[in-house]
Nanobody, 119 residues
Framework: QVQLVESGGGLVQAGGSLRLSCAASGSIVSIYTMAWYRQTSGKQRELVSVITSDDSAHYVDSVKGRFTISRDNAKNTVYLQMNSLKPDDTAAYYC?????????????WGQGTQVIVSS
């Protein structure tokens, strides 16, 4: 069994910062890509940022220069530092990871953490 647990969401004023964390636990052999998605009501889940196992990071255009993804492989944790937040960043943020266990390789999701940016 593998679990992803997110933390760090909350309410912040426009221009402020938040740092999201997502820790993976369980029978993990390796973690390949780790990513953050976000979703607002009535819209499809959107990929925000992804980081590969060799620390190559990619971002959706709307967050470039404001968000930074990073990972701590020793802790099986991925972070999303969000600066200069805008009301349009308001969403539920979900962690995603491609993880190898002793039995297989699967895609796992966290339960989500809410980010609300007030104007």
């Amino acid at each position: 069994q593998v679990q992803l647990v997110e933390s760090g969401g909350g309410l912040v004023q426009a221009g402020g910062s938040l740092r999201l964390s997502c820790a993976a636990s369980g029978s993990i052999v390796s973690i390949y890509t780790m990513a953050w998605y976000r979703q607002t009501s009535g819209k499809q889940r959107e990929l925000v940022s992804v980081i590969t196992s060799d620390d190559s990071a990619h971002y959706v255009d709307s967050v470039k220069g404001r968000f930074t993804i990073s990972r701590d492989n020793a802790k099986n944790t991925v972070y999303l530092q969000m600066n200069s937040l805008k009301p349009d960043d308001t969403a539920a943020y979900y962690c995603n990871a491609l993880i190898q266990t002793v039995l297989s390789v699967n895609n796992y999701w966290g339960q989500g953490t809410q980010v609300i940016v007030s104007s």
